[in-house]
Structures are given as C-alpha cells and as structure tokens.
C-alpha cells in the first residue's frame, strides 16, 4: 500500500519525490514504492461564480444584490482540470491507503487541499507535512513526524471564512458600486482601507500649510551648539522677532561657560531576525524591490535554490529546538563576502539570547533564516543574491556583539541662555560591522559629531552665534515600505496577502507608483468619497483578521463571524442604494465611442494607453497607440500596426495605406510547431498515407511561412 501525497506547484512535488526515492515520472505525478506525488497548480478549486446561483446573476444588476448564498459552493477551475481529474483517479487507486498533504505550511496551502479532498470525496486517513524549509534533510524529518491532518481543522476553517469573507464583501460591493455609479469601481475587505490610508494622507499633505521657524546656533571649534529654552524643548523659535531679541542677547559674546557636562556608555543591540514584512520593508528600502517583488523572488530562494526557510512569516524570533542547528548553518554560509564575519563567529560558541530563540514569540512558522544547504552565489540571479546578502547579513548580526558608543552631552551658558550640544565616540561596531559595506549611504544614521575634551566650569571661546530658518514640511507620502508597516500596525491583511494588496490596488488604478512613493489616483479619490465610511475602517478590518486568527487557535466561532460578514454585505449594499452621489470619470476624453456615442475612457494597460467606451452595455475599445506587429508591410517591409475592426483583426501599414486581414485564432489553422512534430513523426512512416500526408504538412508550413 502507498501513501498519495499532494503537493501545491509541481517543482515542490519533484523534490519531494527525489527524496521520497520516486522514480517513475508521468505526466501528472511521479511514483515510488511507498509513495504517490502529486500536485495542484496554485488553487484547482475555487469557490463558484455568482452565476452558478442563478444564471441571472451573470448580468449585473443593483436591484439583484444583495448575493448572499447560505452555503457556498465550490467548483473545479476549468483551465486546471485536467490535474484534478488526475488526482481524482489516483484517490480512487485501490493501492492508496491515505493522504499526506504537502501544500505550503500556512492558511492558503491548507484550503488548496482541503477544497480538493472535499471534491474528490476523500473517506480515507490524511495527514499533515509541516515543514519549514524545502531543504532534503527537512523532508526526511517532516514525513517521520507527520501529524494528523485533524490538527489543523481550526486552520482550514479559518481559510474557509476569509475566502467567503472577500467574496461576499468584495463581490456585492464591486457590483453595488459599479452599478450604481456605472463604472468600474473595485471595493475589498482590506483594499479599501489600505486605499483610505493613502487618501488620509494624501489629504494631509495638500491641506498642509508650512509655518517658518528659526533656530539659534552658537559656533565653537569643532563643533556647533543649538539654543533650547529648557532641555526638552527643541529648540524652533516661531516668531522672527522673538528669534531676533534671542540672537542680541548674544550675539556680542565673546565665550560660553560650561555648566553641564555628561558623558555615558551606550549601546544598540542587534535587530531581530526578519518576517515577511520586515523583509519587504528593507528591500524596499535598501534594493528598490517591491514588496511582490520581494515575495517572488524569496519563493524561489526558498522553493528552488532552498537556501531559506518558510517565507510567509509572521514572526521574528526562532524555536528552541533550532538552536543544534544554528552552528551549522553558520558554518554553511561561510562564503564568499560572509566568510570573514561567520568564521569570526564560529570561533566561540554561539550566543543565542531571548532576542533569538523564544517559542513564545513563535505561532506557525519562525523567523526567515538562512537554511544549511550548501551555497553557490553564482548560481543565484542578480536579484536572488541581492536579497539573500539581506537575509544572510540579519542573521551573522544575530550572533553579533551590541554597537557600544560613548555619548556625551555638554550645556553652556552664554550670557545666562542655554545651549545644547552633543557628541559621539565609537568603542565598539558589534553588530554594524556585517553592515559596513552593505549599507546605503542614505541609509546610514547619521553619526553626531565628535566633541573636544572639555571640563564642567571652563570657558570656552565663542566664534559666533547666528539664526538658520527653516519652514515645516508635510509628511511625506508612503513608499511600499512604510505602507507595508502601516498595514502591520492596523492589522491589515496578513504577511502573505499584504503585497497582493497593493498590487491589487496599482492593477485597478486607484493607486500609482511615481519614484518610490505610492499616489492615489483620481479613481481611488472618488471611490474613498463613494464607498460606505465603515468599509473604509482599518480598525473593523482588522477586527475581522483578530477574529479569523482567533478562529484559527480554535477560539473563535466560525458561524457567528460569517453571519457578521453576511450582515454587514447586506447592509452596506442597502446604503449603496440609498446614495444620491455623483461619480465623475477622471479619466474622461474629448472623443466619442464610434459606436454608441458616449465619452472614451482613457485606459492604461499592460500593452499602453488604450480607450473604452465608458458605457458598460458598449464593447468598444481601441489601443491609443497602435501596437507594432512583426508581419511586414510587402510595399515598403517595415512592421505594420495591429487594429480591430467588426470584422475582425486586422494589419494595417499607414504610411502605404495597405490592410490584410489577419486569421482568426479561434479558427482551426495549422499549428507550426504541431506540423512540424507531425511531420517528423509520419516521414518515418513508408507507407504511402504517411507519405501523402507529409506532403500535406510541408506545404501547409510552407504557407504559415509566407
């Protein structure tokens, strides 16, 4: 009897099988004398389109929501079936004694399989590979110590509310805002709040009106003292003529006094290792990487190159049963540009602290760390290296002593007012030495200046005092990086689901990238002034996502938060109706749609600028700049622009006005790579069909050529 084991991509499943000793490839799984794998291909199984309640519910209507299914229904994905239908066949093998489900060690990894068990009627035992890394060591240990699928019910209920969750928020408040304002206005249970955070601010900085200050600074040899009322204030004067009078009690002195001189030891301890968010805010920071960039390239870190543990972490701090491994995986990277720092490391036994290693900080998965398989830099890509620099860096500075410094702070007196001044002596770099020749020059703290000796009571000669204005600024606007800690501080979505987020937010215009930092769009303006406020609540968001979690740790009821869910859908969708508001395309054009008359939209895509109707009921859409195609005008042989007409698609040469139509692809028409396999295959053949019908082949590629 063998165990099927089901993976969620099929490059997890290839190396599960390696280790696993399967031998025996197919085209949907690969088998070994104790084990079947298999794989889904992301999710196989989705919860089911709104029409498969009722086929009226393919056209949007307002007077048709809101959509409220007391049990949701789930389907097979038409474009993956045929992976679903191969690991319904081999459930249904009398060989197979039970499941080992393998799909990613999180929320949305257990829903992937439990959506497909639930499909396929799975009656047999199952049972849980929780691992967290993909290393061959960590496989052989997480199927020596499976555990009972039944353990992770509460997580499987908990996926199963936060799917059901954003389709019956998202999809009654898409459809109620877009019908009702007849545009397409996407609205989500964590989208929009996270879009209300970026409009908040946006608000904060076109409202904000800049006050001048001014600041009095005292000059001395080497170093430079700012004027403070008293010790706390800061020392911004906020009316001219005050500073002014300030400066002439002053401004005539010759030297100051030294009334107050401190000088203590300090020191910064090493940062926590990183989770998910902290690793996109760095990279964001430090690499430019967005935060899906971020996640894309790690997953492939950590499922393809295993050099990394579980990525979608929530937690920054490692097990107590790690801490036997942590010598040899310090041992592994010692490569390369880290040789130096770990092979300092390792010369004494590894200090691991509580800022390190506490199982209470841990919940499903620790901190990403670096794995003990072999390394090979050059086999990584730019960015791959670039990202592990970061990670590997966290964790040598794990191991790393405090940055210790002497600070020391002086006050003198210039004809009875107080000035401030401080200084800083390095003793120790600790931990910032693995930075020295990582950190980017804007990154870097800056350092305060360093101090002349000086004695408490002495007098010390002035060169000068002067005012230096400034004017307040606004806050500045969120990069992805501070975004990305604003949503962890609300609670907004999850480590995994944050990127998607934003993504989500960029792909429906309502939010753009300019340089670094994230504007809301004109759409995104209007659609916070058109969505119901409460959706609009970071903090009813992130009530949802305690609940889920709660939900999760078994301590939350799952009927009663859906019942919340479905509440909330049906009212908000009535206030929708209620609205008087008025939307206004910001994207509106002076053209008209050739067909129905109404105002084109201007549309950005990922192929350029194209314009819509900006009627729903009207189909027409055409590129705002022709797309260039490789077919070659036969007059003058430079590449002619693609168009779509009612008869079709077609090619089009402007400066020689020539048009050919161009074939249907929903068409049959002769594949050329399939003839050419096909010709190959039948040439062999010396029959006389095989013959006539390489013929054929050769002279439909001959004409898919000309």
Same mark, same amino acid.
């Given at each position: 009897m063998k165990s099927l084991v089901l993976a969620e991509k099929p490059s997890v499943a290839k190396e599960i099988a390696r280790v696993l000793g399967c031998k025996n490839k197919s085209k949907s799984y690969i088998e070994g004398p104790n084990y079947v794998v298999t794989w889904a291909l992301g999710h196989l199984v989705e919860l089911a389109e709104p029409e498969a309640y009722d086929k009226k519910y393919k056209t949007w209507a307002l007077e048709d929501l809101p959509l409220l299914p007391q049990r949701m229904n789930i389907r097979v994905m038409r474009e993956t079936s045929h992976q679903f239908k191969a690991i319904a066949a081999l459930a249904k093998r009398n060989d197979i004694k039970d499941l080992v489900i393998a799909t990613d060690a999180g929320r949305e990894g257990e829903l992937v399989a439990r959506w497909i068990m639930e499909l396929i009627h799975w009656k047999k035992p199952f049972f849980r590979l929780w691992i967290s890394s993909q290393t061959d060591q960590a496989i052989r240990d997480g199927f020596s110590k499976l555990k009972p699928g039944s353990q992770y019910n509460n997580l499987y209920r908990s996926a199963v509310c936060r799917a059901e969750a954003d389709w019956l928020i998202g999809l009654n408040m898409t459809r109620a805002l877009t019908c009702k304002y007849n545009a397409q206005l996407a609205a989500g249970r964590v989208q929009t709040p996270t879009l209300a955070i970026l409009m908040e601010r946006e608000q904060e900085i076109n409202g904000f009106q800049g006050k001048p200050y001014w600041q009095l600074q005292a000059q001395f040899a080497g170093f430079t003292a700012s004027w403070r009322q008293q010790g706390s204030h800061d020392g911004r004067i906020w009316d001219k003529e005050q500073a002014e009078q300030q400066l002439a009690k002053v401004k005539d002195a010759k030297q100051a006094k030294v009334t107050a001189l401190k000088t203590s030891e300090k020191q910064e301890p090493h940062p926590l290792a990183y989770d998910l968010t902290e690793l996109q805010r760095d990279a964001n920071k430090k690499l430019g990487f967005s935060a899906k960039m971020t996640s894309n390239v790690l997953q492939k870190l950590y499922e393809q190159h295993k050099l990394v543990t579980y990525p979608r972490t929530d937690s920054r701090y490692l097990t107590s049963d790690m801490a036997a491994t942590l010598k040899g995986r310090m041992e592994r990277i010692a490569v390369g540009p880290y040789r130096e720092h770990a092979k300092q490391i390792l010369r004494k036994p590894l200090v691991i602290t509580k800022r390190i290693v506490d199982d209470s900080k841990v919940s499903d998965h620790h901190a990403i760390i670096p794995t003990d398989e072999p390394v090979q830099l050059n086999a990584l890509s730019q960015d791959e290296r670039k990202l592990y620099d970061l990670i590997v860096r966290r964790f040598l500075a794990l191991f790393s002593g405090p940055y210790r410094y002497d600070e020391t702070s002086v006050e003198l007196t210039i004809n009875n007012e107080r000035f401030y001044a401080k200084g800083r002596v390095e003793k120790e770099k600790g931990w910032r030495d693995i930075y020295t020749v990582s950190r980017d020059q804007d990154e870097a703290e800056e350092e305060l200046s360093l101090l002349p000796s000086l004695t408490q009571g002495e007098q010390v000669p002035l060169r000068g005092c002067q005012l230096k204005s400034g004017i307040t600024t606004p806050p500045s606007r969120y990069t992805e990086a501070s975004l990305l800690s604003v949503m962890e501080k609300h609670g907004l979505g999850t480590p995994a689901t944050r990127a998607d987020i934003i993504e989500k937010l960029l792909s429906t215009e309502t939010i753009e990238r300019r340089g670094h930092s994230l504007y809301p769009t004109g759409k995104g303006k209007q659609l916070i002034e058109l969505v119901v406020d409460e959706l609009k609540s970071p903090q009813l968001t992130a009530k949802w996502e305690q609940q889920l979690e709660d939900i999760a740790r078994g301590r939350g009821d799952a009927k009663q938060f859906m019942g919340q869910i479905r509440q909330q859908a049906e009212q908000w969708v009535a206030q929708v109706k209620r609205e008087n508001k008025e939307y206004k395309p910001h994207n509106l054009t002076g053209s008209r749609c050739p067909q129905c008359g109404e105002p084109l939209l201007e549309v950005k895509g990922k192929q350029g600028k194209r314009y819509v109707c900006s009627s729903r009921e009207c189909e027409y859409k055409r590129m705002a700049e022709p797309i260039k195609i490789n077919k070659r005008c036969p007059q003058c042989h430079k590449?002619?622009?693609?168009?779509?007409?009612k008869a079709g698609k077609y090619a089009q040469c402007r400066p020689c006005n020539v048009i050919e139509k161009l074939e249907d692809k929903g068409k049959a028409s002769?594949?050329?790579?399939? %003839? %050419?396999? /096909?010709?190959?295959?039948?040439?062999?053949?010396?029959?006389? /069909?095989?013959?006539?019908? %390489?013929?054929? /082949?050769? %002279?439909?590629?001959?004409?898919?050529?000309?």
């Open positions: 590449k002619m622009e693609l168009h779509e007409g002769v594949n050329r790579k399939e %003839a %050419a396999q /096909l010709l190959k295959q039948y040439s062999k053949d010396n029959s006389g /069909l095989g013959n006539s019908l %390489a013929e054929k /082949l050769k %002279a439909a590629l001959q004409q898919n050529e000309q």
